[in-house]
């Protein structure tokens, strides 16, 4: 009998075997969504730090700072012609933002200071960016209004909100243009050369300098639309970005750091292991989920579940 | 090493006149009053919903002349809703700003925290809002308390539970902070009393915004009636996601996220909640209140004053009464508290919240908020009382499933 | 020249009693309470960021979940207190303890981990302890906090006469003592065998492993030491403010540390003191800042100065001042 532990647990005992497994899938599905998002934060963050070795702090920042962009963007535009306009706004201003962030932060460092300087500077720059976004917007959490009116939508199991599938669906064409782009192009493909082995793309005469902003931009972009998609599923506001970093680092380790297959697969990975640990486990300790893989990961694969990089 | 501590001193020279030049320089006449509540973080908005309040309440002190011929300076201390801050805050008020009393006050948590800290410098302080009963169960002479605390907050809804509602099975989605657990252990206690099953006790934390593993296992465990004790942001989330998910069940909650800015992030989506609620535009029957409530709307520009206004309102109220009571000020900070703290004892005024009194640990007993429930007036969501009967001034409605409503 | 150099060694200890002189009867000469707290406040986060300092500037090790000792000493020893009446004088050094045997779960990752990876596995762990401290509510009583935890015991020396440690004035000659204790240890140890070690390790660990240092020894040491001190200013900061949240574990506690031992600069003894008290006081210079303006900017300076400090002052404001002073000295050479 599974009784009395479990319901004082506050998960009470399923009425019957079809319940329950519809159940399970349902919230494999809402895993799978969630881990859309959580990849596009992700890939950027393995990206950049395959290439460039900056394990950038303030990433989820630029995912917030893309889901105010969209925000403005929307008051002018309204609907769901809006709403899509909104995110390649934002990926395209996140991306100059980035681009100036690179420039003028991180280059100078890259060849003075130690890994740590970069970590720190990062920080600092988290800490800017958050209190600064206080500050000019307010701490009132903001909703990207929802061209559908959150209505909900059923499919065969499992069921969902119209919005919901449609940020999963953008999530998943962003993730497959990227893969693209990383393969199919000239440039993609220098991307990956360089994070693979620097010296050598050196001497293949591929420009660094362009490389570093190509990549930062590239990945920072993709921060800002995922931020879009994020803020329109849950909420936006100053803080959003900080528990998205966290998770992005998590998947990152968990995929290998510079890995970007290993993100997407970490992130879906992580998404449900959220909220199937949510469900049969404990709520409250949902968040910790991903430290706890991350640990144990790094305890016993310190390069991740796909083998690291190697280091130039 | 000792370069090292020539610059320590150094910088503390430094560090003192910059100190001293930039203190405060206490003036004689007018009364400084301090003012605990979060002013920054997430739930500065209500805070400044007290602070309107307020500020209503010294308007209209001044405009009678003050307390004995003096005016008086409310100095606003920080808390940031969380404790370690809050004791800081209160500090800096008593030892920098030497306030005669301590008002305001704005979570649980923090005030537990700050009223024992005025206990033990003998500094009367009256907390504003904040439910947790612990406030004023410890015997300390010098805190009180002039909102309800959780049991009186949950009586009515108790009582309509057991009387109309009768739910068969009950859930809750708690905020994981002391405001949401003792409102848990009421209820908790409340469905064994009126044999009705708990089917699941779930959490968040505050800053959460993704509620769909929660949502998702009520709506697979269709209880009922769901308790979901939140503030303005995550309650109006909660209310989203869960038209999302198709999820419909009768939420109840304490009734602090009630704000206007919860109705406006929530719209239509809030229709059928429930909550406990001292609203002052639902007592408009009274002469009181009415006056109140178009003062503030003419001093804050049609702004709808809610639950937090009229607390802020009646805790400077309080204060300035005792105060009155006591016949004069000596200017011996020590002998003044000592007075304003008999007098606060004997208070007795009618308020916006209703009648104050404190019994004998402080708190407030006077006060009985209303049951009430969102229901859409001309599209827009607005507050009814639905129980007691006898101040009713609407039905309870059932929550229809999603397609069905307008 | 020589006369130059006599002259220092002279003045050398006369700086130091000068110093310590001036400490001692600081709380005589400013009577205001409110700067007596900022006084024990900066004591504190002076050892605090010390021990940060020792991971960070002396072995390399990022740490960015260091908030974590602070917050496992000071509710240690909360709890002793609480729940099983045990002196906090016992208690001081029992936090210390037990972060210090927590200090033991992050030194082992560190020997195969670095730069990035150590410092997220130091997130996860302060972070799950975090929740831990949240969601334990019978041990911690959850956000709520432990409140009424008792002030260090007082020394009565007869009926009428004793020290009672409930004013800042009094616990300021307890943080003071123990901070001094922290720099001597601290200052000690940087100029030993073992902190020599220590250095060539975090230069280059594979190069100092061939003359037979030994990385993983030193570094499960230095966890171990620096959680101890944290563990420590825990307790004391428990015991002074006498309230402690689950906040004590938060990423911002351990940035505001690390902001100061940076600003302060790191890698050297004066930089977290410096840092330590500049921070602390300027905190509250902002407040004042903050009610004139009516806006919330003193993270943003934090964040801004953290930031300043790496691009154009790596070294801290004690590196400056050793930069200004050695161009001081070479100046007449030239």
């Known amino acids: 009998m599974r009784g009395k532990s479990l319901s004082r647990r506050g998960i009470y005992p399923f009425r019957d075997e079809e319940s329950m497994e519809s159940l399970f899938l349902q919230q494999v599905f809402n895993g799978l969504i969630v881990g859309s998002l959580y990849c596009l934060i992700a890939i950027g963050l393995t990206m950049i730090f395959g290439v460039m070795r900056i394990a950038n702090f303030a990433h989820g920042d630029f995912s917030m700072l893309g889901a105010y962009i969209a925000l403005y963007f929307i008051v002018l535009v309204s609907g769901w012609f809006g709403w899509i306009g909104s995110m390649i706004v934002a990926a395209i201003g996140v991306g100059i933002i980035g681009f100036f962030v690179e420039r003028f932060l991180f280059r100078p460092l890259l060849t003075r200071w130690t890994d740590i300087d970069i970590i720190m500077l990062s920080i600092g720059l988290f800490i800017l960016l958050e209190n600064g976004a206080r500050l000019v917007f307010g701490p009132t959490p903001k909703m990207i209004p929802d061209p559908f009116s959150h209505k909900s939508i059923d499919l065969f199991l499992v069921s969902t909100s119209v919005i919901r599938l449609l940020c999963f669906f953008f999530s998943c064409v962003a993730i497959l243009l990227l893969q693209l782009f990383l393969t199919k192009t000239k440039m993609g493909v220098a991307i990956r050369a360089t994070s693979q082995n620097r010296n050598a793309a050196l001497l293949m005469g591929i420009n660094i300098g362009f490389i570093y902003s190509l990549t930062f931009v590239v990945g920072s972009a993709l ?8 803020g329109t599923t849950f909420a936006i506001f100053p803080t959003m970005g900080a528990m998205p970093t966290l998770k992005a680092f998590a998947i990152t380790i968990l995929g290998g750091m510079g890995n970007i297959r290993g993100a997407i697969f970490g992130g879906f990975i992580l998404g449900v292991a959220e909220t199937l640990g949510g469900n049969y486990i404990s709520m409250q300790y949902k968040n910790a989920i991903g430290f706890v893989i991350i640990i144990l990961v790094l305890l016993i694969i310190p390069h991740g579940l796909f083998g690291g990089k190697q280091k130039s | 090493m000792s370069e090292k501590i020539f610059r320590i001193v150094l ?159 009950v859930a809750f989605l708690m905020e994981n902070t002391d405001y ?210 006898e101040r009713a001034s609407a039905t309870y409605k059932t929550p229809l499933p999603w397609d069905q409503r307008k | 020249m020589e006369r130059k150099m006599i002259n220092r060694k002279v003045l050398k200890p006369i700086y130091l009693i000068l110093g310590i002189v001036i400490l001692l009867a600081l709380p005589w000469i400013i009577r205001d309470r409110y700067f007596q707290h900022l006084m024990v406040l900066s004591c504190i986060y002076i050892i605090l960021a010390s021990s940060w300092n020792l991971l960070a500037g002396y072995s390399g090790l990022l740490n960015l979940g260091h908030a974590a000792f602070f917050g496992i000493g000071g509710y240690s020893s909360a709890l002793l207190a609480l729940k099983l009446n045990i002196s906090p004088w016992i208690g001081l050094p029992f936090g210390g303890i037990i972060a210090s045997i927590f200090g033991i779960f992050l030194g082992i990752p560190s020997f195969r981990l670095s730069g990035p990876s150590l410092a997220i596995t130091t997130i996860g762990f302060s972070e799950i302890l975090r929740l831990v401290s949240m969601n334990w509510v019978s041990l911690t009583r959850g956000s709520l906090g432990l409140y009424g935890i008792p002030p260090f015991t007082a020394f009565t020396f007869s009926e009428s006469v004793s020290i009672r440690f409930t004013s800042e004035q009094n616990v300021y000659y ?51 030491i620096s959680a101890f001190l944290a563990g420590f200013a825990g307790s004391l900061y428990a015991h002074y403010v006498r309230l402690i949240s689950p906040e004590m574990l938060s990423l911002g506690e351990t940035f505001s540390v690390l902001t100061m031992a940076m600003v302060g600069g790191l890698g050297t003894i004066g930089g977290p003191v410096v840092g330590a008290v500049l921070l602390t006081f300027l905190s509250e210079g902002l407040r004042f800042v903050e009610d004139y303006v009516k806006i919330d900017i003193r993270l943003i300076i934090y964040g801004g100065l953290l930031m300043v400090t790496i691009l154009f002052m790596r070294n801290g404001i004690v590196g400056m001042c050793k930069e200004v002073s050695k161009r001081m000295i070479s100046k007449p050479e030239a």
Not at chain 1, 223 to 230: C, D, E, Q, S
Not at chain 2, 135 to 161: A, C, E, H, K, M
Not at chain 2, 248 to 263: D, H, K, L, N, P
């Open chain 3, 174 to 224: 307890i943080v003071l003592v123990f901070m001094i204790l922290t720099l001597l240890l601290l200052n000690k140890l940087i100029h030993s065998e073992f902190g020599i070690s220590l250095k060539s390790m975090r230069e280059d660990e594979m190069g100092s492993a061939s003359i037979g240092i030994n990385a993983s020894h030193y570094k499960l040491t230095v966890f171990m």
């Open chain 2, 11 to 169: 910088g503390m020279v430094v560090c003192i006149s910059l100190f001293i030049y930039g203190g405060r320089v206490n003036a004689a006449d007018p009364i400084p009053i301090g003012i605990l509540g979060p002013f920054t973080g997430s739930i500065a908005f209500n805070a400044e919903e007290m602070k309107k309040g307020m500020m209503l309440a010294v308007d209209e002190i001044d405009a009678k002349g003050g307390i004995f011929g003096r005016k008086i300076e409310l100095i606003f201390g920080d808390t940031e809703a969380k404790p370690d801050k809050g004791v800081a805050a209160v500090k800096k008020l008593i030892t920098r700003d030497k306030v005669l009393v301590v008002g305001g006050g704005y979570a649980s948590s923090v005030n537990i925290a700050t009223s024992e800290v005025c206990q033990n410098e003998r500094i009367p302080i009256v907390v504003a809002i904040a439910i947790s009963p612990t406030i004023t169960n410890r015997g300390f002479d010098y805190v009180f308390r002039t909102s309800p605390n959780s049991p009186q907050f949950l009586t009515g809804i108790n009582d309509w539970l057991l009387k109309v509602k009768k739910p068969k099975t």
């Open chain 2, 180 to 389: 949401g657990r003792d409102g848990e252990k009421i209820w908790s206690a409340q469905a064994k009393k009126i044999g009705a099953k708990e089917l699941a006790h779930l959490y968040f934390e505050i800053g959460d915004a993704d509620f769909t593993t929660q949502i998702t296992k009520l709506k697979e465990l269709k209880p009922d009636v769901t308790f979901n004790i939140a503030s303005t942001t995550e309650a109006s989330l909660i209310q989203k996601q869960a038209k999302e998910l198709n999820f419909v069940t009768q939420w109840i909650g304490v009734g602090g996220q009630f704000t206007e800015a919860y109705f406006k992030m929530s719209g239509a989506l809030c229709q059928y909640a429930m909550g406990s609620s001292l609203e002052p535009t639902l007592a408009m029957k009274n002469p009181l209140v009415a006056d109140f409530v178009k003062r503030y709307e003419a001093k804050y520009q049609k702004a709808r004053p809610g639950i937090f206004s009229s607390q802020g309102y009646d805790n400077i109220m309080v204060l300035m009464d005792a105060m009155k009571r006591t016949g004069k000020l000596t200017g011996d900070l020590q002998k003044d508290r000592d007075a304003i703290k008999e007098a606060l004892r004997k208070t007795s005024i009618e308020l916006t919240q209703g009648k104050i009194e404190f019994d004998k640990n402080g708190q407030v007993y006077t006060v009985f908020p209303s049951v009430v429930q969102v229901q859409m007036v001309d599209g827009t969501p607005q507050l009814f009382i639905i129980y007691p009967p």
């Open chain 1, 223 to 230: 921060a800002g639309f995922g931020g879009v998609l994020y």
